[in-house]
């Protein structure tokens, strides 16, 4: 890039400074008379100047040394001018060539240095004109281009490149007059005239604005390099990866590929299909630790990957969305580090050999099990028949009009009831087994359910040895009434079995944790802590003595959990240990609205209370006082909150009745103030309002209501729930 010098033989150049000392010689000759000798140096200073600027340094001294002598021999000397000027005049003219001769070699070395590192650079260099033309180019950017270096000079880059290129290369050397911002481009497509067809040439450019002290773009310089070579290179490999992944996509199995620091590098669409990851969002995270969250874990399976001959392992991989495939892995280790993992899902393969375990473990207890129903159905019915037997003779020899043929007639009602317990029994589990059971569910009082079946039992005449009794409060639940009969009926007659003569037996109905609770306690043979867990298994019973005085098949507690867990319940049995009795507890979920049926609490006779109403509709209020003074009851009011929390301490009514949407305080607030007091920690109080939905009920409950009822309340079910209060026992 360094511009064009007369390229003249040495002494060529030498006879050049010596021609141009003679020609400013004859110069200053023809001019002298009109400056009269006062300028003899005029001429030879630019000949001084020419003389280095294009032959060099050497011929510029020669110049300089030439013109001082010629000026001092023929014009200093002849003048009237003293020692002392002809000195300094010289000495300004030799120092002034020999200055501008320095200067220009130091420009010349320091272009030829310039002009030596871009010759060699790869990097191509150019700078245009206003009009995109060429100025100057390097031997890079022409090689790249396809044409010589000279032909680039005062040609456009539509001319030098054809339209093809300029369409592409114009556009941003406009925008770079246009914004006067250097414009960067990493790879660009540049189909140049000069290349083959079919020959993609790509560049990584970068155009800058060569700006004038006004401010103006006046040109722009280019800085090129020839990427086609990585170009293509960045294709073949994403050809290549893209063929790799094609492969690895179609392999059944899972296939993953990670760093040496165990960092994910590809997964395949079988990986995907079984986690949910994608090699994507794999790789933005700690994938290692997403998959195996436990240390300790994901430490032996790091080892599995570093051992040198891995084998295959069963890991368990937590999977994107939170869930535990079961898998099986085996891995490569690579040259660079890398390792390829070859992964298989057998979760359901896992599953199916736990099930074939599970089957097989129930096969081998059902089979011990049968044997020894067999064993126990021979004795057990051998046991009423031979007394049904027994009884038949006796009536046989004495009559029915004897005493004792009265007691074996008793004696065959008994023994055929418990043959037809037996039976109903063993009928019922196997309805539930095979799914036949259906419940017909209806609001129900478990407390009035277990007196009911404690009646029949005491009827029966089973309980007489015993010391029997039923305990708690009225609670409602949505259950079938022969079924949850059928519970409490064998909780007790399981009690009745494992008790001795003497011994507790006790039944309690209540509320736990929001839920209905039935449980069933005794002082009888107790069990032990092997037992516990499969006490409610079919034909598992306690440990007896070889007499068998207690009895049973073993299906009642089966019977028990199957019932209680079709009602949604769940059952549990606890024991200290054998000898120290045994307590059974059936949970079930209470029902959302008051029983209708007739049971006793509802059929006893109206009990009159003091209560308070507090509800601020006039109509509404009225209405209420008028139905409940017609049940005899003793009915004050109030209009507003305030006015409802002082009647509720002065008053302390037996029941009141409150409204949510109160002015001055909302229902809610006027029950927690009630209830913070000594006195109205008794008292029932019954929420009304016209929202049912169950947060407005739970929100009544942690508020201290005791009943939640949705208006309009139909006096039948106002009447029933104020029964269900005053009936219950105090449970605060």
Avoid at 350 to 369: I, P, Q
Avoid at 480 to 507: C, E, H, M, Y
Avoid at 532 to 551: A, C, H, K, N, W
Avoid at 624 to 629: D, G, I, K, S, V
Wanted: aromatic letters at 4%; glycine letters at 8%.
């Amino acid at each position: 890039m360094v511009p064009m010098r007369f390229r003249l033989h040495r002494l060529l150049r030498y006879a050049v400074a010596a021609l141009a000392v003679l020609l400013a010689a004859g110069v200053t000759e023809l001019l002298d008379p009109v400056w009269r000798g006062r300028l003899p140096f005029v001429a030879f200073y630019p000949a001084v100047v020419l003389v280095a600027w294009f032959a060099g340094i050497g011929p510029g001294l020669v110049a300089t040394l030439l013109s001082a002598a010629f000026i001092t021999r023929a014009w200093l000397e002849d003048r009237a001018v003293g020692l002392e000027g002809h000195l300094i005049a010289l000495a300004l003219f030799v120092g002034a060539g020999v200055t501008v001769s320095l200067l220009v070699a130091a420009r010349d070395r320091a272009r030829a240095s310039v002009d030596l590192l871009l010759r060699h650079t790869p990097l191509g260099l150019a700078i245009h004109d206003a009009d995109f033309r060429y100025v100057r180019v390097n031997h890079a950017l022409a090689e790249m281009n396809g044409v010589p270096a000279r032909a680039h000079a005062g040609r456009s880059v539509r001319e030098l490149l054809g339209d093809a290129a300029a369409d592409v290369l114009e556009p941003l050397l406009r925008q770079v007059h246009r914004t006067r911002e250097p414009v960067t481009i990493e790879s660009l497509r540049v189909p140049l005239a000069s290349a083959a067809p079919g020959d993609e040439r790509y560049f990584s450019l970068i155009y800058s604005p060569i700006v004038d002290s006004r401010g103006r773009v006046t040109g722009t310089t280019a800085s090129v390099v020839d990427v086609t070579a990585r170009v293509r290179t960045e294709q073949a490999l994403d050809h290549e990866r893209e063929l790799l992944q094609t492969i690895i996509d179609t392999i059944p199995a899972m296939i993953t590929m990670f760093q040496p620091d165990t960092r994910v590098l590809r997964l395949n669409r079988a990986f995907t299909r079984v986690t949910g990851w994608t090699a994507a969002e794999a790789q933005a995270v700690d994938f290692m630790a997403a998959c195996y969250p436990d240390p300790a874990y994901r430490a032996m399976v790091r080892a599995h990957m570093e051992a040198r001959d891995p084998g295959w392992l069963d890991l368990e991989m937590r999977t994107k969305d939170g869930r535990t495939v079961q898998t099986s892995w085996s891995n490569v280790r690579l040259s660079d580090g890398s390792r390829i993992g070859i992964g298989l899902d057998i979760t359901d393969r896992k599953a199916h050999e736990a099930e074939l375990v599970a089957a097989r473990g129930a096969a081998e207890r059902a089979n011990r099990a049968k044997d020894e129903f067999l064993a126990m159905l021979g004795h057990e019915l051998r046991n009423p028949l031979s007394a049904i037997g027994s009884a038949v003779a006796v009536l046989e020899r004495l009559g029915l009009d004897d005493l004792r043929g009265t007691r074996a007639t008793q004696i065959i009602a008994r023994q055929t009831q418990h043959l037809a317990r037996l039976m109903d029994d063993l009928l019922d589990v196997g309805r539930v087994v095979t799914g036949k059971i259906t419940l017909e569910r209806r609001p129900m009082d478990l407390l009035a359910a277990a007196r009911r079946a404690l009646a029949t039992l005491r009827a029966a005449g089973v309980t007489e040895r015993h010391d029997v009794a039923v305990d708690g409060r009225p609670v409602w639940i949505d259950g079938d009434t022969t079924r949850v009969d059928q519970i409490v009926t064998n909780l007790v007659s399981n009690a009745l079995k494992f008790t001795p003569s003497g011994g507790t037996i006790r039944v309690w109905v209540g509320v736990e944790d929001d839920g209905a609770v039935l449980r069933v306690s005794d002082t009888g043979a107790g069990m032990s802590a092997e037992l516990l867990p499969r006490i409610f298994d079919l034909f598992v019973q306690g440990d007896q003595p070889p007499e068998r005085t207690s009895g049973g098949l073993g299906i009642g507690l089966t019977l028990v959990r199957q019932l209680v867990e079709l009602h949604g319940g769940r059952v549990e049995a606890r024991s200290a240990g054998a000898g120290q009795g045994s307590v059974f507890t059936a949970r079930l979920p209470r029902s959302s609205r008051l029983g209708r049926e007739n049971t006793e609490a509802l059929h006893a006779a109206p009990v009159p209370c003091r209560i308070l109403v507090v509800e601020d509709n006039a109509d509404a209020r009225d209405m209420l006082l008028a139905l409940l003074t017609l049940e005899r009851h003793d009915v004050c009011t109030a209009v507003d909150g305030p006015a409802g929390v002082d009647a509720a301490l002065q008053l302390r009514p037996d029941v009141a009745l409150i409204d949510i949407g109160l002015p001055g305080l909302n229902g809610y607030e006027v029950a927690r103030r009630i209830r913070a007091t000594e006195a109205g920690r008794t008292m029932k109080l019954i929420a009304l309002t016209g929202y049912g939905q169950s947060e407005d009920m739970r929100m009544a409950r942690e508020a201290g209501f005791d009943l939640h009822l949705v208006k309009p309340v139909e006096p039948r079910r106002l009447d029933e729930a104020l029964r269900a209060l005053l009936t219950a026992p105090e449970q605060r």
